[in-house]
């Protein structure tokens, strides 16, 4: 049977949706799960999947829970969205805000959002405002424009993001048949990790799955709020997308790390950027740094840990590696240039 044309209309029954809620769609959702071999040999677990997000239309799993909120706010008569953003969530509510002939307009922090995520907001047509400050800083900015009625909030504040993100938990579940034993996942703003545990909630108590999994989030260790108890007030890290140091939905990040028995730990920028160039080179997905602290993570539990301990594990990989040209670059160190000549092609690659 072929998959329903959106993730609105495969997951209705399950999403805040209407027979007035406009069906609209870029065909997000439906991402790969794909076994990551190299990782169990090295982590000595039976079974790793990576839940590449990076394939949804703007490259994020931010697209499942847009095309909820854009909708809802289509449905409640907006004209328009906003939304602060390190840059995926700014690219997908551009994208979804022209599908849907809706104003967006995205408050960045300066300086630090990716080349590719700023394109994407900029083609999309989006209002662009870079602010001095941090994405906290943003955030704060546009909670303020939201609450004199300027325009409908898009972030995950907006609890239709949160209902159309934990679609990738009931994905995982119908693809592995149950829960994992275990979860890793990215943690900035804390949106997709309160997210995923309302999906596996709901997944066991729908019968999609007989268990529900422990949760184990990462944040990068110079924006680590959650670990460290504390609001970070420069939050620091080559993951641009993470670098947050006071994060919206902390509390429910908190109550998903609890519930499910799991924990919110930190990654260094030197095993996030081993983890990114690992996963191209060992597994050949391409995510962006922010994305492989899920991997980092797994990595250090297993060293630390040895083989004990869950069987089966997923790694979301949230967003694509392209939308970071920059950081690619700087992996791969320079370009060899040569003549143009099989001798001189021959003898660069030796
Ligand atoms: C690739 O776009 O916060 O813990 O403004 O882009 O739900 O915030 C992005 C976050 C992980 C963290 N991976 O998810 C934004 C923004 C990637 C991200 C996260 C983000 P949350």
Known sequence: MPLAPSLIERYAAHLPITARTPRITLGEGGTPLLRARWLERETAIDEVWLKVEGQNPTGSFKDRGMVVAVAKAVEEGARAVLCASTGNTAASAAAYAARAGLACTVVLPAGQVALGKLAQAIVFGAKVVA?????????????????????????????????????????????????????????????????????????????????????????AEGAAPIVRG?????????????????????????????????????????????????????????????????????????????ARGPRRVVCVLTGNGLKDPDSARAAAGGLVEVEATAEAVLAATR
């Open 131 to 219: 602010v001095r400050g941090s994405f906290d800083a943003a955030l704060a900015v546009v909670r303020d424009l939201a609450a004199s009625g300027e325009a409908t909030l898009v972030n995950s504040v907006n609890p239709h993001r949160i209902e159309g993100q934990k679609t990738a938990a009931f994905e995982v579940c119908e693809a592995l048949g149950d829960a994992p034993d275990a979860l890793f996942i990215p943690v900035g703003n804390a949106g997709n990790i309160t997210a995923y545990w309302k999906g596996f909630v709901e997944a066991a108590a729908a019968g999609l799955s007989r268990s529900r999994p422990k949760l184990y989030g990462f944040q």
């Open 230 to 306: 504390a609001p970070v007030e420069e939050p620091r890290t080559v993951a641009t997308a993470i670098r947050i140091g006071n994060p919206a939905s902390w509390r429910s990040a908190v109550r998903a790390r609890d519930e499910s028995g799991g924990a919110i730990e930190a990654v260094g920028d030197d095993e996030i950027l081993a983890a990114y160039r690992d996963l191209a080179r060992r597994e050949g997905v391409f995510c962006e740094p922010a994305s492989a602290a899920s991997v980092a993570g797994l990595r250090k539990r297993a060293a630390a840990g040895g």
